[in-house]
């Protein structure tokens, strides 16, 4: 059974329901202000679907709702100017990027994030970390120390978790590069690590528009002082 939506000109879902007679609860979004719409506003000959199987209003995410209308091919206000944005913003910006690997990996990030692919802003969040911090340990300790960042008897680098300890031990070396390399600092790695793991390895979880947004500005808040840092490191070394 298909599921209608009431959905804001932003696309913010207010309200499902698989009848859309009873669909219209609110004039305007809570979140943004904006109007809420049950219909395409082209044609009004098509209800809104947010999916094609009845499911509940909280597991209905933004990035299942159609883009274009069923009816008339128009496409719908939250699909933004190319018909894939659904949400603006970035969920980390490039303040201190450096480099190929960085500008390419945030761009991803970024544009994962405003189509709505988000269990892939996890992963490759957790790949800028990864990599900067070993970046930062091979930029202050070099090869005559890389142990603290590669495994010789596997030859590759260390994984995440073991580099993430690494960092987390050398921050008495790290101090001079950054201020902020503090304990709060190291938890947030471990947490955005558990949810990156999560998205790479579960085929169940699932993470949520809201929750993914609430972690935005935290996660660039980590990005940036750890690029911050690497930059340190590598002018000085
Ligand atoms: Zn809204
Ligand atoms: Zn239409």
Redesign the pocket.
Known sequence: MTTYAQVCRDGHILNTSPNPEYIKDYEYCEDCGAEGII????????KIIASDQNIRTEDVARGDLDLF??????SFPWAGDNGMVIRKGVFVDDDYVNGAFDRQTVEEINRCYRIGANSAVLVLYRKLLENTIIEILRGHYGTDRIKKFYDNNHSRFHRFSVLVSEFDDSRADLDQYSDNLTDALINKIWEFKGNGDAMAHSIKYEVEDDELEDMSSESAYVANVLLQARNEVQRAN
Not at 39 to 46: K, V
């Open positions: 219909e395409c506003p082209e044609c009004n000959d098509q209308c069923r009816s008339c091919g128009a």
